[in-house]
């Protein structure tokens, strides 16, 4: 019992749980503690820079110099006081990771004293040497200047820096010296102005009172978890985030009996630590306290403005991934660690509300607010509709790949989900026949309107299996991955349905200014729209064989591979639509997918490479031991005449034989092909090589390997097996 596996797994057993004490004894005592919120500022900041600020932040206006020097002093002031020794401009660059750099507020002066300074300056803007960081041919070396610039909507934080101090972080966007978007929050930004305003144009044929949209997330969060010594243990997990090999257990097998059922203690822990920590940051989390797969887990915070939610999420992802390690864990992130078991999402739940505290995707009881919201909710199915190749594009990468299209987990065809009652609902709309409106009528009443709200709560049937469905009162789009940063999404989802409710106001204008009657003519293009939409409604099994006929049937596209999804991006009608909703410039998109690529290649070159090394160092090597041990034996057997008994292990070695060469020979053709794809200058045409002729031995090289594992004696294979990292306790 020599080997590293064994090793790893007395380790492991001997954990206990870390006990986690709370902060304070109630949460309003911490919440918050260590964010420069609002509230702080109301107590920090004279009356007018306080108003200017809250004004910066509710509408996105400017900040002047003087103002930038109030808050860095206050800033500067309130970290100090709570340990902080450096600040950063916290962004997120292209690599899906965040980023920041640290100076210290600490200068020397000129005579030599020692001061703490930090100005507007600096709070406003910063140059990091970030040339390291991807930006897809925007900017060349020769300027490899890009700068931060301080977004004043999202709360500055502190953080731990590791070193027994604080690093106060101001959440930024990154942009290329000559003013191109190198990072997600800058697109996510104009997004979402886009959207305010398209969906304020339109909430004011209802309400003149509405001037402000803000849309909505709550994004849920899954994760594996996986003890450190056994993660250590696998070099697939630490160089690649998910196992290339491991036999898995059948679906519903002895794994589900077994391990679900109550938290473990350690996950327990860590669970309750990791929330304290974030709550301290203004993290609304509440975390799910029941397990999808064995060894997954999920984490849900309450609903924030996109913007904040997804700042709130990538900080939360790192904040686990460091309490962790107080607990002997190790966070996967990955969309698919585990072959054979669930993969991890992060469902994105959307929703638009304005500034008189409406949902508009809520539905309604009232007759008048029903047509606002089927308005809303029949733009979005049309948006998402004559988008669905864009929405695929979102979330194209290489761990959700593994994900999307496979077998337990959601198609990568589009689809969305509406439930019984609200599908009836709109196909009624539908087929209405024309309306004459006589004096005295109730108009909704004719239009069928007032029937649909008391039907609405009904919204028990949910289907698990959709990618975009409608849950009450939001829509969760749950293809995108776990490990992404859902700005793309919501880059992609907001953009498009601003430019959808754009196009709802100018052909409605049209036909006010020709004297139609206002709820007549939006019922008449809301029945168009639904018309020209429906085939993308889909209520049945989206994991089904059946589906994937059927929407080919219908003209759904099904793009599995993510070279081919992030093509979407480079259709001149993507370029000409994110131009049009000043999102982003065509070479800043130009420039994503460049990125995305890369990412792509690297991502399954490294798998790749680990497959390979896997293959050859650990499990032939091991094969062959074994195999030379049952020859031993046989040999032992056939010398005292038990030709009959050596039969069976003889077999038993032709078999191993037979893996071992297959391993070998695909192994060595994936290397080839590896060189083939390397060799061709074209990012493209090289993505395109990996997914396809390096990709395709992936399953090949999986399936010899896997068979090995059942054969060989469990006392000899290194490799931990899937029992032993999906058990924690
Ligand atoms: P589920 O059945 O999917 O678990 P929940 O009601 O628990 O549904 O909500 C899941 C997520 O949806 C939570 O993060 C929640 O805050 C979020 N959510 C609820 N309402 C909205 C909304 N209007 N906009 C965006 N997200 C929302
Ligand atoms: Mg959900």
Redesign the pocket.
Known sequence: MSNHRFKALEIAQNRRAVPVAPPAERVSDFFGIYTFNKETMRALLSPEAYIRITEAIDTGGKIDREIADEVANAMKAWATSKGATHYTHWFQPLTGETAEKHDAFFDITVEGKAIEKFKGSALVQQEPDASSFPNGGLRNTFEARGYTGWDPSSPAFLMDNGAGGKTLCIPSVFISYTGEALDYKTPLLKALNALDKAATGVGQFFDRNISKVTA?????QEYFLVDKALFYARPDLVMAGRTVFGHSPARGQQLEDHYFGSIPPRVNAFMVDFEFEAMKLGIPVRTRHNEVAPGQFEV????EEVNLSIDHNALLMDLMEKVAERHDFKVLFHEKPFAGINGSGK?N???M?TNTGV?L?GPSSKPKETLRFITYLVNVIKAVHDNADLLRASIASAGNEHRLGANEAPPAIVSIFLGETLTKALEDLETKSEISLQKGDNVYYKLGINRIPSLLRDNTD?NRTSPFAF?G??F?FRAAGSSANSSSTMIVLNTIVADQLNKFRVDLSARLDNGEKKELAIVDILKQYYADSKRILFEGNGYSDEWVAEAARRGLSNIASTPDALAVYLKPESLMLFERMGVMNHSEVESRYEIELEKYIKKVQIESRVMGDLAMNHVISTALKYQNNLAQTAKALLDIGLEEEAAPIKELIREISKYVSAIKTHAEAMIEARKEANNLADTTERAKMYATKVKDFFDVIRYDVDKLELIIDDEDWPLVKYRELLFVK
């Open positions: 909505t997330l709550g994004p849920e849900a915070p309450t609903f469902h739940n959307w929703s509300s949902n995707l949910r849950t009162n939001k969760e």
